[in-house]
């Protein structure tokens, strides 16, 4: 299976600052899939990267697919106390249809006001 | 559509009894799948079912785990001969095959279990 390593575990951040999240891959990456989760909630898809090279952003969050380090980063500008939460990566466990999720650890970040 | 429900949100048992959950994925995905989230972990791959077939379990169901898609609408997990290990988040996610078959999963708010 996939293993999905997530950087930092948690984060603690003034509001307004920048930061940026790592999730790094032991296996070839297929899909790789940002999701934020409240305590206790669902999980909220925030985007999805397929290739190379792949960036996407929306609203103050900017994710980017580096599929030769095997890695994904998720870079939130001008942060604010609604970006609080846990931030999950997950993979594609293989090329075929299907769509199973491996997920990393999460990291959690706090803004302060 | 309201998006992915589950019921019910909460459910506390007594080690021993049986238990089953309810998810509702979105009307038009063909793709149904369920996995568990203890604390402060992310979730982890349960099973996965195509229509009303179930296509592949993980190593993690054992044999007291039996999830069914009767009709390939709804789902229902149920969990047999409880354990206080079982107690965990429980997530549904749905989602629809896409030429390329990668689309994105929405998941429901999870059922809480707590094994007394």
């Known amino acids: 299976s996939q293993e999905l390593e997530q950087s930092p575990q948690s984060l603690i951040v003034q509001e307004g600052k920048n930061l940026t999240i790592n999730c790094t891959s032991s296996?070839?990456?297929?899909?790789l899939y940002w999701y934020k989760q409240k305590y206790g909630e669902g999980l909220i898809f925030l985007m999805m990267?397929?290739?190379?090279?792949e960036e996407k952003s929306h609203e103050k969050i900017t994710a980017k697919l580096d599929e030769k380090k095997q890695q994904s980063s998720l870079h939130i500008t001008a942060s604010q106390p609604s970006h609080a939460g846990i931030y999950l990566c997950?993979?594609?466990?293989?090329?075929?249809?299907?769509?199973?999720?491996?997920f990393g650890g999460g990291t959690r970040l706090m803004v302060k006001p | 559509d309201t998006g992915v429900s589950q019921d019910p949100r909460h459910k506390i048992t007594k080690r021993g009894q049986n238990v089953t959950f309810r998810c509702d994925p979105i009307?038009?995905?063909?793709?149904l799948y369920w996995y568990r989230q203890t604390l402060g972990q992310g979730p982890e791959f349960l099973t996965y079912?195509?229509?009303?077939?179930?296509?592949?379990k993980s190593r993690l169901l054992s044999d007291r785990f039996s999830a069914e898609r009767p009709k390939g609408s709804f789902s229902t997990l149920e969990i047999q001969r409880t354990e206080q290990g079982d107690s965990a988040m429980y997530l549904c996610?749905?989602?629809?095959?896409?030429?390329?078959?990668?689309?994105?999963?929405?998941f429901g708010p999870g059922t809480r279990l707590t094994v007394l």
């Open positions: 996610a749905s989602s629809s095959d896409v030429a390329g078959g990668q689309d994105e999963q929405f």
């Open positions: 296996k070839t990456l297929y899909g």
């Open positions: 997950g993979a594609d466990r293989s090329l075929n249809a299907g769509n199973m999720l491996t």
């Open positions: 009307s038009e995905h063909n793709r």
């Open positions: 990267l397929q290739k190379g090279g």
């Open positions: 079912f195509q229509n009303e077939a179930q296509l592949e």
